[in-house]
């Protein structure tokens, strides 16, 4: 007599109800709800008990893990409860005991790390080989100060700018290369050195006693509107060989008005007025260089504000909302990535999939793209339905959504 066919029998409880542990910003990070996989099971269900002693379906797929976009990493979030089962062709296995979880247990914020190495480094010559040099460089987030360094000769002085003089006494002279690093430090420690810079100087002599030439191109470099008729302008202008300052000054009308005096070539002066012409907010200025001998001659011009630009809108809905690629994890599981345009002015997009019964938050963010496992992947080309939707957002306000489903293709 033939055996009779083994039956497939239910799958046990999962073990290891938790929130697994990872690094995020409190208030800003959903949190994750994992459990143990079960031999023998290929879906499981999540219920999270309410106030009133019944439960609410949280998720159900074949995935081990669930993540709650209402549950923050806070100062002080509520605890809760869920219970898990495993199920599979026969049926569903028995609920887990009720688990009690809470996020702050492990929420954590990252650790302080010190600032990345300086990078763009640019040299500026001061006046003649006796001024001196500018060494320049782009500002490093996380940076509270900065320290120039010889290769050599080691450390030549630290700033809590974005610029260092170096005096003849510290570089060579002009026709002779000078060779410097910048490392960015804050009260963790300091950079790693960035890469050294070689420069050639061709700083030009001058003779003593000579006053500089007069500052050429003074202009409008950029301007911002900042509110209703109203932009906030900077004024530059071209760096004349021996002068160790200049002198920016507006007319008033009856008089010349003081608008800056420094080594700097740029000034910038807010609450300037805007309108909607090309010829608004005329501004009458003059600038000088000067040096110990004396100063050059003015270089007065009439610059424009030119017209505000437009109100901020908010801005168009992102396209081509798609799996960019999924990729095969475990039988019938894949790991996907989703991705979409991105919208010219948007700040951030907002990703959101539907559960059946509301809209769950899968991706906040300024990126557009977003990779997501444990997606259900079968046999045909209309596999593990998803229905998304995104959107782009700006300080405006929000674009409409573009929503889609999307199937994760037959498993590879």
């Given at each position: 007599m033939n055996p009779l066919p083994c039956c497939p029998r239910f799958p046990a409880p999962p073990a290891g109800i938790r929130i697994p542990a990872r690094v995020g910003q409190a208030g800003t990070q959903s949190c994750t709800v994992a459990w143990d996989p079960v031999p023998g099971a290929n879906k499981y269900q999540l219920e999270k008990k309410k106030d009133d002693g019944t439960y609410e379906l949280w998720y159900e797929g074949p995935a081990t893990r669930c993540t709650v976009p209402s549950l923050y990493c806070d100062a002080a979030p509520a605890p809760f409860t869920v219970r898990v089962r495993a199920g599979n062709e026969a049926g569903w296995g028995p609920w887990t005991p009720d688990t009690v979880l809470q996020a702050t247990q492990i929420c954590v914020t990252a650790p302080p790390a010190k600032p990345g190495a300086p990078y763009k480094v640019a040299l500026q010559c001061i006046g003649s080989d006796w001024a001196g040099l500018r060494i320049?460089?782009?500002?490093?987030?996380?940076?509270?100060?900065?320290?120039?360094?010889?290769?050599?000769?080691?450390?030549?002085?630290?700033?809590?700018?974005?610029?260092?003089?170096?005096?003849?006494?510290?570089?060579?002279?002009?026709?002779?290369?000078?060779?410097?690093?910048?490392?960015?430090?804050?009260?963790?420690?300091?950079?790693?050195?960035?890469?050294?810079?070689?420069?050639?100087?061709?700083?030009?002599?001058?003779?003593?006693?000579?006053?500089?030439?007069?500052?050429?191109?003074?202009?409008?470099?950029?301007?911002?509107?900042?509110?209703?008729?109203?932009?906030?302008?900077?004024?530059?202008?071209?760096?004349?060989?021996?002068?160790?300052?200049?002198?920016?000054?507006?007319?008033?009308?009856?008089?010349?008005?003081?608008?800056?005096?420094?080594?700097?070539?740029?000034?910038?002066?807010?609450?300037?007025?805007?309108?909607?012409?090309?010829?608004?907010?005329?501004?009458?200025?003059?600038?000088?260089?000067?040096?110990?001998?004396?100063?050059?001659?003015?270089?007065?011009?009439?610059?424009?504000?030119?017209?505000?630009?437009?109100?901020?809108?908010?801005?168009?809905?992102?396209?081509?909302?798609?799996?960019?690629?999924?990729?095969?994890?475990?039988?019938?599981?894949?790991?996907?990535?989703?991705?979409?345009?991105?919208?010219?002015?948007?700040?951030?997009?907002?990703?959101?999939?539907?559960?059946?019964?509301?809209?769950?938050?899968?991706?906040?963010?300024?990126?557009?793209?977003?990779t997501r496992s444990g997606l259900y992947c079968g046999t045909s080309s209309t596999s593990g339905p998803v229905t998304v939707r995104v959107r782009a957002e700006n300080s405006a306000g929000a674009s409409g959504w573009n929503q889609q489903t999307l199937y994760t293709t037959p498993c590879p």
């Open positions: 320049g460089w782009d500002p490093v987030p996380g940076a509270t100060k900065y320290e120039v360094w010889h290769p050599v000769d080691g450390k030549k002085g630290e700033t809590s700018g974005t610029e260092f003089i170096v005096t003849v006494y510290t570089y060579p002279p002009s026709g002779a290369y000078l060779t410097l690093f910048i490392k960015a430090c804050n009260a963790v420690g300091c950079s790693d050195p960035g890469p050294s810079t070689q420069f050639f100087i061709t700083c030009e002599e001058t003779t003593p006693g000579q006053p500089p030439a007069t500052p050429g191109n003074l202009r409008f470099s950029s301007c911002t509107k900042t509110a209703p008729n109203t932009a906030t302008c900077t004024i530059a202008w071209n760096a004349v060989t021996g002068a160790t300052n200049y002198r920016l000054e507006k007319w008033t009308g009856t008089s010349w008005e003081l608008w800056y005096s420094g080594p700097g070539t740029s000034y910038t002066r807010s609450g300037l007025y805007c309108g909607t012409s090309s010829t608004s907010g005329p501004v009458t200025v003059r600038v000088r260089a000067e040096n110990s001998a004396g100063a050059s001659g003015w270089n007065q011009q009439t610059l424009y504000t030119t017209a505000c630009p437009d109100t901020l809108q908010p801005p168009a809905t992102p396209g081509n909302l798609r799996f960019s690629s999924c990729t095969k994890t475990a039988p019938n599981t894949a790991t996907c990535t989703i991705a979409w345009n991105a919208v010219t002015g948007a700040t951030n997009y907002r990703l959101e999939k539907w559960t059946g019964t509301s809209w769950e938050l899968w991706y906040s963010g300024p990126g557009t793209s977003y």
